[in-house]
């Protein structure tokens, strides 16, 4: 049944393009004469009530916005069965018929959830920088992160060259290396580590002293956060232990996050966001609307989080190739 009125929130870590997902979700729910209300910060927001109706000019001038405009959070609250309760009750109060979630794995894993045990019609979009999220071939964004990272590395790079110097460099990337990847290949990288494969010290060693002996000015190894060897502190003490080599550490964090969205992240966001409510207006819910191949899918909640989106090996494999 089409609802009547729809809940939209972001959770999780914050990513560019969630204010253009939201913008499109918004105008779409109003084409289609659905009204639309914001819980701010995430699902703190359903369980506490914190609710506007969001109108048009609500969204007026967000597309370009990074960040979100309802705010997110973390929510450990909603994780118990006392917090989900309060949740539903919100949702009664307001005669909230469907839910659209904004956020990574632990929010699309919150929603099924939720709509496991109280039969909730939800919809997830996969807003996240790590681009882990099976179901989708880019999560909203992931692109910006990337080239946010990518013009951090390229600036190194000049200073790297110039004093002839070391350089490890570490980008998000917890459990996943889509970043490192991605900035490593983009980047001209030497080296990245990334969790999916493990890391050779004393190669990564030898590696780096091959490219010093044959006349290289600069050495950049890409470190995902995440890598099982160590953050990039770490990998150049043991690099350090091993060549006596001085080196430098740049750590990007959470710039990574901020910034005007991309292009290809308003494009994901905007498609994305119509197709939650289209979505919804079909009575298709508990799933995450996501694109692969360039066409829209809806992925049951339960694989996105719990199938392991593999990272593509050629690349891993043409960076070391191109290094040499």
């Known amino acids: ?7 939209i929130l972001t959770s999780g870590g914050d990513a560019p393009g969630m204010n253009a997902a939201i913008r499109a979700a918004v105008r779409t729910a109003i084409h289609y004469q659905i009204k639309i209300f914001g819980f701010k910060h995430g699902y703190n927001g359903v369980i506490n009530g914190d ?3 969001l109108k048009r000019n609500s969204v007026a001038n967000t597309i370009q916005r990074g960040g979100t405009i309802l705010g997110t959070a973390r929510s450990t609250e909603f994780k118990t069965d006392p917090g989900m309760a309060k949740a539903k009750k919100t949702l009664k109060k307001h005669k909230i018929d469907a839910l659209i979630v904004i956020g990574g794995d ?9 709509t496991k045990k109280y039969r909730i019609k939800i919809i997830g979009l996969p807003g996240t920088i790590d681009n882990d999220l099976f179901g989708t071939d880019f999560t909203i964004g992931f ?13 190194i790079r000049d200073t790297a060259s110039s004093l002839e110097r070391l350089f490890f460099i570490e980008v998000m990337g917890r459990y ?14 030497e080296d990245v580590l990334i969790p999916e494969t493990p890391t050779d010290i004393n190669g990564l060693a030898k590696q780096i002293n091959r490219n010093i002996k044959k006349g290289k000015k600069s050495n950049i190894v890409i470190v995902s956060e995440g890598d099982e ?3 990039a502190f770490i990998i150049g003490e043991k690099i350090k232990a091993i060549l ?12 990574q996050r901020g910034g005007s969205p991309s292009a290809s992240d308003r ?3 905007s498609k994305l966001g119509y197709a939650a409510v289209y979505g919804l207006k079909k009575d298709m819910h508990g799933c995450m609307v996501g694109e692969i191949n360039k066409k829209i899918v809806y992925t049951p909640f339960e694989k996105t989080y719990s199938r392991k989106k593999k990272i593509d090996p050629d690349i891993y494999t043409i960076i070391k190739i191109l290094a040499e």
């Open 229 to 231: 060897a160590g953050n």
């Open 51 to 53: 609710i506007i109706e």
């Open 1 to 7: 049944m089409r609802p009547k009125r729809i809940g």
């Open 176 to 189: 996943a290396g889509f970043i490192g990847l991605a900035v490593g290949l983009a980047g001209g990288a």
């Open 267 to 269: 494009i994901l966001a």
């Open 244 to 255: 006596d080599e001085d080196y430098r550490v740049a750590v990007l964090g959470y710039i």
């Open 143 to 155: 692109d910006t992160a990337i080239n946010s990272a990518l013009e951090a590395v390229d600036k």
């Open 106 to 114: 632990g929010s699309m894993k919150g929603a099924h959830e939720f």
